[in-house]
């Protein structure tokens, strides 16, 4: 088996290790511009220098050595043949079976976006937000996100309220609270619905208490260098984070591979990117069939990256097994300090009230997860 797989995020490097436990001869090709994972879950702690960028960029030779991958550094522009050939700015390449997980990419339509950080960008961005905050005396700090209207799961919510519960904890750690102003703003009149039905009144009552304004239910409008502007309001500003909503990879946006409304790749249940033999897509590249919940997370892109591989070598292999993955929400909102667990399945959702035994998990998950990629 000649087997290609676009990227070197979470689905990527998980869709490598089960097409290799399950293929164990099979020639397995990583195509992406870094051989390099970032762990983008940590973004959230660079600001409080309990991370540096370097703590969370892993290199990713040593991983690609014990599973026997041949990397070749360089960016997809597209796919054609039913999938059979990945056309890069490096060359053409041919496969057996192929799994898309470059990753997805932010929608920046609203005008004077360019005046916001957005933190899942990279280690950059987040090193931009510290750098912003260390040098502030005293100000307004608004923090909000968006989504893809045509595409509801493709919205990435969860790090916002983090970085917004993060930087209240630290300046009050450094005895400075007092000189900020936080504003939280969505378009939704209740963000984090998708959390579950009872989340949004618990997370705005973590926000009352800790003296967070909030500023709900308008559309976004635009951004000004100190102006956050809605339908229905506008404020000042000194530092604006803002998450847009996402849609698929640069590269698939004029290729001919089949996409949903809002600009994902299309895929069934299976993973199976829509009318194309031997072809998957995990992680947020794709959109699939589901809950009106699901998100996009780390989490998620490790469930659809394993059905993806198990589904592939299947068909290789002629067989039909395949399998669906599980739909589960699964995250820890951290504090600086605390961490509130959240869990939603289609059975219902359990949240957990604020703890210091979740920070303390979410770090250790955090060297639990990577140490296997080192």
Not at 162 to 189: S, V, W
Not at 273 to 283: H, I, P, S
Not at 319 to 327: A, G, L, S, V
Not at 333 to 342: A, E, F, M, P, R
Request: net charge positive.
């Amino acid at each position: 088996m000649n087997i290609t797989i676009l990227g070197t995020g979470f689905a990527a490097l998980t869709a490598i290790k089960k097409t290799r436990k399950l293929a164990p001869d099979a020639r397995i090709t990583v195509i992406a511009p870094s051989k390099e994972l970032v762990y983008l879950p940590s973004l959230i702690w660079i600001p409080s220098n309990l991370r540096k960028g370097d703590n969370l960029r892993i290199n990713l030779t040593n991983y690609f050595n014990r599973q026997t991958v041949e990397y070749i550094q360089a960016s997809v522009t597209d796919v054609s043949n039913n999938g059979r050939t990945v056309h890069t700015d490096q060359g053409d390449f041919e496969n057996d079976g192929l799994i898309i997980a470059s990753g997805g990419r932010f929608i920046k339509k609203l005008p004077g976006i360019e005046h916001a950080i957005t933190p899942c960008e990279g280690i950059p961005a987040a090193e931009k937000i510290k750098e912003r905050l260390d040098n502030m005396s005293g100000g307004t700090i608004a923090i909000g996100f968006g989504g893809n209207p045509k595409e509801p799961s493709a919205m990435r919510g969860g790090p916002m309220f983090e970085f917004l519960f993060g930087i209240d904890t630290l300046l009050r750690k450094q005895g400075r609270r007092d000189q900020f102003e936080l504003i939280f703003f969505n378009p939704a009149p209740k963000p984090g619905k998708r959390l579950g039905d009872k989340v949004p009144d618990a997370v705005m009552k973590i926000m009352a208490k800790k003296g967070i304004q909030t500023r709900l239910g308008h559309k976004m409008k635009a951004f000004e260098p100190n102006k956050v502007i809605t339908e229905g309001d506008e404020f000042k500003a000194d530092l604006i984070l803002f998450m847009p909503g996402m849609t698929g990879p640069a590269w698939s946006q004029n290729s001919e591979i089949a996409k949903s409304e809002g600009g994902l790749i299309k895929a069934n249940e299976f993973c199976q990117v829509d009318g194309l033999e031997k072809t998957y897509v995990a992680g947020d590249s794709g959109s699939y069939p589901g809950p009106d919940w699901q998100a996009k997370q780390a989490h998620m892109a490790d469930l659809q990256a394993e059905a993806a591989a198990h589904n592939l070598v299947a068909e290789l292999q002629g067989q039909t097994n395949f399998k669906t993955f599980k739909h589960e929400l699964l995250c820890i909102i951290d504090t600086l300090s605390h961490g509130v667990l959240i869990k939603r399945t289609e059975k219902g959702t359990l949240m957990l009230p604020p703890c210091r035994l979740m920070h303390l998990a979410k770090r250790f998950f955090e060297h639990l997860y990577l140490r296997q990629y080192k």
